[in-house]
């Protein structure tokens, strides 16, 4: 009996059916929308697209408003360009190609060249070539590799790594590599081959080789369709074509003739990654009339349907929106006739987060495809492979960017603490970099939010370092250099007393220490900083100077509405006499205090009636004694007292001598 077979991966791939779906979203927003050449290579889709607003251009010139970046990506200077225009860039590039675009960038800016297996003239290569930094080479066989090893001594004589176009062709990618292992020294490989494409290929294959005749399905300047066409017709006849009428003319005359050859043909369909569903079915309509079967159109709709239902694969990325959640899965629906469920454990890296809190009914979810159950119709997804893996592309460009990340510390290690990023990724953190200094205890990082830089990530491994250290050390240095810039003379704080020394106390401003003088301090005499404060004790300070070239700030913490001076002279007035404690002796007389912070001089001819040749015999230090106020400097903050004037007839003969109090 003649049979169809459907090629189960045949058809729109994951990238391609984004890009059309963002492009046609960016239409609905904005009317109109321009693609940097064709979305796909089908030029039906093409013309409905068109008639949808997207329209392809070749020249970001000729694109108004809004521009979007087709799944095969661009290089980096065309954003520079759009962005010059002025034009809105909506960006459809896919993931697998951006993380190639990634790769390059980073280790040609760390001195790598790059080798491109690749066709140098595809868009996506030439989009490739366009991140590296440094020297970059593209190569699409082993003649062209054997002619660049040739010509091009120096090129990855110090460093080389090697990147592969998506679509690549299996074969000549291991020809390539085994050669690049032999001549180059340690040559970085990344297997960049996308598996949506390399899968569909290998089912190519395997179909057409127990097929009699193949139609393959796609553009004619789609290179995945033509690789396809290229497997298929070396086991059996094949024909390309870009859609159903393709069946028509000399292809429709070929399949009659097989199909007349016998009762038992079987043909196999398969379609590039450009292809829509749509499109499929109407070269089905057009098989039908050529075989006049019904039973093969049943066995047709049948396949359809179980294409339909296997449009997924393992490992894939899907939307799934969510339709219901209860305390051991989500059920999800992903657009295809499958029922989908993300058990529990696969909804969230953090096992305390119940399903209803980590999805609710009607979001939309990306998630991965992990088994499939065709027979039953059903597949599983996790989305906490998704997140694991947006966290890793979020750390690596967190590192490229040099960009803080927040998570919690969830375990510790041996020799160090796991963090697990806000967006799930795992993160060791050695313990020379947790900023828990050499004697303290890494337990302490225990559930607390930490933010940390990246240091080291190997994709391949799923690996990444950070360091707590130096995202704290950053942010140190933020609020240092904001402090000096903010500095001024005059301006207060209130900060803790972090030392102290004989000749005064530092003061933590917020990550910056000032100095108070002993002399600082208070308005009253003080002989050493103890007297006055205590280590921890909050100060209020105000800035005199500061230096930020030696990062020296100098504080006081004397307020002027406590000026004891001030005080004194509200209080007191010349002739007023006055009750003073004796606080030194000199030879040339006596200081009394007359308030805190407020001295005068007993000037030894202003102690007695009598000649005085000696102050100690006859004061004492705190011995209190009357005295009158005879003069005050108030320039100069000094005040003279005289004893003898209150000696009966010492008034005459007092003499105010002119003498440095002190405040
Ligand atoms: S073939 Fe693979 S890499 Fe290319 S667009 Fe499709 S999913 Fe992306």
Redesign the pocket.
């Known amino acids: 009996m003649t049979r169809i077979i459907i090629g189960e991966k045949a058809g729109f ?4 059916k984004r ?1 059309v779906d963002t492009a046609l979203a960016a239409a609905s927003e904005h009317g109109r929308v321009y693609t940097l050449g064709p979305l796909i290579h089908n030029k039906d889709v093409i013309s409905e697209l068109r008639e949808k607003g997207v329209i392809p251009v070749d020249d970001p010139r000729d694109a108004e408003g809004c521009i979007v970046i087709r ?2 990506g661009v290089p980096e200077s065309t954003y520079r360009e759009i962005a010059e225009l002025g034009l809105k860039c909506v960006d459809a590039t ?4 951006e993380r190639i675009h990634r790769t390059v960038a980073k280790y040609s800016s760390e001195g790598s060249d790059v080798l491109v297996c690749g066709d140098k003239e595809h868009p ?1 290569v030439i989009g490739i070539l366009g991140y590296a930094r440094g020297r970059a080479e593209a190569v699409r066989n082993v003649s062209e590799l054997n002619e660049l090893i040739n010509s091009d001594k120096s090129f990855g004589a110090k460093s080389l790594i090697v990147v592969v176009q ?2 690549f062709d299996m074969c000549k990618w291991t020809d390539l590599q085994e050669i690049i292992k032999k001549h180059y020294t340690n040559p970085q490989i990344f297997d960049t081959i ?4 390399a899968d569909r290929q290998s089912e190519a294959h395997a179909l057409a080789k127990e097929c009699d005749a193949m139609i393959v399905i796609g553009g004619w300047h789609s290179s ?1 369709s033509r690789k396809l066409a290229d497997i298929c017709v070396e086991q059996c006849t094949t024909v390309f074509i870009e859609n159903a009428g393709g069946l028509e003319g000399g292809n429709r005359e070929l399949l009659t003739r097989l199909l007349s050859s016998s009762n038992d043909v079987k043909i196999g369909i398969t379609a590039g ?1 450009s292809t829509p569903a749509y499109i499929i079915k109407e070269v089905h309509r057009i098989m039908s009339e050529i075989i006049k079967d019904e039973a093969v159109d049943a066995e047709f709709a049948a396949a359809i349907d179980q294409m339909e239902r296997v449009r997924v694969y393992t490992g894939q990325r899907v939307k799934a929106t969510v339709v219901a959640v209860n305390k051991t899965e989500a059920v999800v629906d992903i657009g295809t006739k499958h029922s989908g469920y993300i058990p529990a454990e696969d909804l969230s890296a953090d096992p305390s987060v119940a399903p209803e809190d980590a999805v609710k009914v009607g979001d939309v979810i990306d998630c991965v495809v992990t088994k499939i159950n065709d027979a039953e119709g059903y597949v599983y997804l996790s989305k906490k492979q998704v997140d694991a893996q947006q966290g890793m592309e979020k750390i690596v460009k967190a590192k490229e960017e040099n960009a803080t990340v927040e998570g919690t510390v969830t375990n510790i290690v041996k020799g160090g603490v796991m963090v697990t990023s806000k967006d799930g990724a795992r993160v060791f953190v050695p313990a020379s970099q947790s900023g828990v200094p050499r004697n303290g205890k890494l337990e302490e990082l225990q559930g607390k939010q930490v933010g940390f830089k990246v240091i080291e990530v190997n994709e391949g491994r799923g690996r990444v370092v950070g360091s707590i250290k130096a995202a704290e050390k950053e942010a140190t240095d933020a609020v240092k250099a904001k402090f000096w810039d903010e500095l001024e003379v005059g301006k207060k704080f209130i900060g803790e007393v972090k030392s102290m020394e004989s000749y005064g106390v530092f003061v933590d401003l917020g990550g910056v220490d000032g100095m108070v003088h002993l002399t600082e301090l208070t308005w009253n005499r003080v002989k050493h900083p103890k007297e006055v404060v205590n280590i921890g004790d909050k100060l209020e300070v105000t800035v005199k100077s500061y230096d930020p070239e030696k990062k020296r700030v100098s504080l006081t913490a004397k307020k002027p509405e406590d000026n004891p001076w001030t005080k004194f002279m509200n209080e007191f007035a010349l002739d007023d006499v006055v009750k003073v404690q004796v606080v030194s002796i000199t030879p040339f007389g006596a200081f009394a205090q007359i308030i805190p912070g407020v001295d005068g001089l007993i000037h030894i001819s202003q102690i007695s009636k009598e000649r005085v040749t000696n102050v100690a015999q006859v004061l004492s230090v705190g011995q209190i004694v009357e005295a009158k106020i005879t003069e005050i400097d108030e320039e100069k903050s000094r005040v003279s007292l005289s004893m003898k004037a209150l000696i009966e007839g010492g008034d005459d003969e007092a003499e105010a001598e002119e003498a440095p109090a002190e405040e």
């Not at 896919?94 to 190609?97: L, S």
């Open positions: 791939c994951f990238g391609v890009a799944s095969h896919c993931p697998y190609v996506e998506t679509t996308c598996r949506a494409t995945n990654a």
